[in-house]
């Protein structure tokens, strides 16, 4: 900030996008039954429609559908968390980062033996479904439960 106030220059008022900006991004992740994280972070990278994204302090402002995948939240240069989402939307300012996530859960939570068990039980559901409704509620929850044992390897 510049004498004048300026956010993002410097005292001499030159064009400085590191002046002014947080030195963290505020991080949260809420699934429908809770609150998982909420907390300032260096970094947080979220599987994104399109691609993953990283969402650093200052970043601009964006709203994502979320598809299902890992979140990587960084302390410096290291990853210190990593949560399953099921997919769900994310909007990001240049202070914040808010993930809703269909469901979410952090990779030591997840159980690949329970996940393989569910996988092959919706896969029998799929095939004795009654319509084209039902086949498609079971290929959804499906996709999700195979997104998990990826996120597992």
Known sequence: MDARGKPGHDAKGKWNPGQGMAEKVQFELVSPERLLISQPVDM???????GDFG??????????????GIIDVYEGNTVTDRVFVAGGFAEVTAERCTVLAEEAARLSDLNQGEIEAELKALRDELAAARDDAERIA??????IAEAK???LQ
């Open 44 to 50: 947080v990278v979220v599987p994104g429609a399109e």
């Open 55 to 68: 969402v650093l302090p200052g970043h601009s402002p964006l709203i994502s559908t979320v598809r299902p």
């Open 138 to 143: 079971f290929a959804g929850r499906i996709e």
């Open 149 to 151: 044992l990826a996120a």
